[in-house]
C-alpha cells in the first residue's frame, strides 16, 4: 500500500527544480504549452523505466560505492551533452524539435538521480510485489507535477523565454558539475 509519506516525499521531489524539470520548462517555454504538453508522459516513462531498474538493482549493489560513483558520472556525463547541445539550440523550433525533445526529456529523466532516489530509498525494499503500484502512482504524479514545469516555462516573459535554452544548458551545467562532486566525494 502506497503510504502518505511516500506521496509528500515524492511530490517533493518532483517540485524540486532538477535536470527534468529544466528541460520541461524549457519545452514550455519554447515549444508553448499546448505542443509542449506531451512531455511529461516523456518524464513519466523515463521515471517508470529508471525506477524499475533502481528497484531490481537495489539489493545486487547496496553498499558499492563504485557502483554509484558509475551511475552518478553516467548521469553527469549525459547532463553535460544535454548542456552543450542545449547552448547551440536555436529559440524557435519546429516539429522535428519537438521528437527531438521528447527524447531529451525522456532519456535525461532516465539518468536523473531523483530515479535514483525514489528506486532505493522511497520505494520500500522488499515491496516487489507492490512495486508497480508505488511506480503508477509516482509515474503520475510526476506527469502532473512535469505539466507544471511546462506551464511555469510557457508563462515565462517572452524576452527570458527567447533565453531559455541557454539558461537551461547553464542549469544542467551546474547540475553535472554537482553529479561529478557528488561521485568523486563519496
Known sequence: MVTLSFILSALLILLTPGPTNTVLATCGASLGIRRAAIMPIAEAMGYILAVSFFIGLTDGI???A???ATMKLLAAGWLLYSAVRLWGMPFLSDARSVRQLFVRVLLTTIVNPKAMLVG????PSGANIQAPVWLATYAAMSTLAGLA?????GC???RVRR????LASLILGAFSLAAVASAVSG
Open 163 to 166: 533565453h531559455s535554452y541557454k
Open 149 to 153: 514545469w511546462v506551464v511555469f516555462g
Open 66 to 68: 563504485i557502483a554509484f
Open 62 to 64: 547496496q553498499g558499492n
Open 156 to 158: 515565462l516573459p517572452l
Open 120 to 123: 532505493t530509498v522511497l520505494i
